[in-house]
């Protein structure tokens, strides 16, 4: 395990002018360095975090904010150490409240958005934070080992916001969220994805039955940012907004709910659960299955409303539905085929069409079988288009074809990473 409170080895108490070396060290603001070799306990070997001593008033207003970069074991980090701060702010916010940084106090709702290689992050956070909600809230941005220029432009933005915590996560998005999570504050954990847009009035709406105690987790609607964008963009638009519609006609909230905009009691995950960091996708629809057989009550808000980026191409749209259905297949060997055999009508569907395609290489007659099967198919496209009120129905003959022979791709990927066997434990 990586230990987190660790600090730079040439920070050193020891030798001439020690003391003002150190105080010169924190006061200069936390750069983005390579890993520089091992590195020492704070607790243990840092007397400057332990000891009492006069701060000269000139470093002490050059000192980070509370959710400055804190390098360790693997790098330059977003990771707070928790020692440091808990030490420096709790010292110094009583004598010093205008140089220190002090978060809001009763937070009830902490917004925890990860994010990798995605600098909308930048308009989302300020979205949240433009929130005129009726409550304390903060938000916490974890960033899951990105490589372009995002983690400069959190810091650049809201390092010096009391409100906003940087972060910084190895492992998947599972364990960078979970992480996070841990790390807020609030009762009330609302996950938000990195391109998400959340409209005025999202999270009054999004937390308000769960802090009234009306429900254990709330979705709300979401649409796409560019409904009028590209014809992959349209589609997916139309096809989240009928789904979207089938939820508000249920009294009580489904379990295959995507986490774009989700909202959950931090008892509920506590009792049945966080994000499975086994789940390589669905991680949603995993963790809202566990809620319901939990007993936790979901409620559908449809004011909590936002917007997201879909894919814009075909091959970002295969791609996607792929990586969902792999996902799938892991709950499957979680939950059994019966419960999820839903989710796998389509790419069966399909699948069945393939072969008999190939069966007619050897014995022709069975492509009227096949062609057969296909009308079948299209026609159903079109009714279930229908029914949603999807004014893009008749493009389901092109998108839906796609979708179950991507998805019997990602069961296939599933099979071969994951085996037929249940896993023990996950």
Not at 20 to 32: D, G, H, L, V
Not at 46 to 71: H, K, T
Not at 238 to 259: C, F, G, I, K, N
Not at 399 to 404: N, S, V
């Amino acid at each position: 395990m990586r230990n987190f409170e660790s600090t730079p080895s040439h920070i050193d108490s020891h030798g001439p002018g020690g003391r003002r070396k150190e105080i010169e060290e924190f006061a200069r603001p936390a750069p983005n360095v390579e890993d520089a070799g091992p590195r020492r306990d704070v607790g243990r070997d840092n007397r400057f975090a332990d000891r009492c001593c006069i701060f000269r008033p000139r470093a002490l207003a050059n000192l980070p904010p509370p959710n400055f970069l804190v390098e360790h074991a693997g790098g330059a980090s977003d990771r707070p150490s928790s020692h440091l701060i808990s030490r420096r702010r709790d010292g110094l916010k009583s004598l010093f409240p205008r140089l220190v940084g002090v978060r809001p106090e009763g937070v009830r709702v902490s917004v925890v958005v990860t994010v990798k290689n995605d600098p909308r992050v930048i308009d989302c956070a300020e979205r949240v934070l433009s929130q005129d909600a009726s409550f304390p809230f903060e938000l916490v941005i974890v960033d899951n080992g990105s490589t372009n220029e995002t983690p400069r432009l959190l810091r650049d933005r809201f390092a010096n916001n009391p409100r906003v915590t940087i972060l910084s996560s190895g492992g998947n998005l599972s364990e960078a969220w979970n992480h996070a999570a841990a790390t807020a504050r609030g009762q009330v954990l609302v996950r938000i994805d990195a391109d998400a847009i959340p409209l005025p009035g999202w999270l009054t709406a999004l937390a308000t039955p769960i802090l009234d105690g009306q429900a254990d987790w709330t979705a709300g609607p979401v649409g796409g940012a560019s409904p009028h964008g590209s014809l992959v963009e349209r589609y997916y638009h139309h096809r989240t907004e009928a789904y979207s519609r089938r939820l508000a006609q249920d009294a009580d909230l489904r379990d295959a709910v995507p986490s774009w905009n989700v909202a959950y009691s931090r008892a509920i995950l506590e009792a049945a659960g966080w994000y499975d960091p086994w789940q390589a996708s669905s991680v949603d629809w995993d963790l809202h299955k566990r809620l319901k057989r939990f007993g936790g009550h979901g409620q559908f808000v449809p004011g909590a409303r936002a917007l997201h980026h879909h894919p814009t191409t075909l091959t970002e749209f295969a791609r996607k539905e792929a990586w969902y259905r792999t996902g799938q297949y892991q709950m499957v060997l979680k939950y059994g085929i019966r419960e999820m055999r839903t989710a796998f009508e389509l790419p069966f569907a399909y699948a069945l069409l393939g072969l008999i395609l190939i069966a007619s290489i050897f014995w022709p007659p069975l492509v009227w079988a096949a062609a057969s099967l296909l009308i079948v198919l299209l026609v159903t496209h079109w009714i279930d288009g229908v029914r949603e009120d999807d004014p893009l129905w008749p493009y389901r003959a092109l998108f839906r074809p796609i979708e179950g022979f991507a998805g019997l791709y990602g069961i296939l990927r599933g099979v071969v990473r994951y085996g037929i066997r249940r896993p023990a434990q996950t």
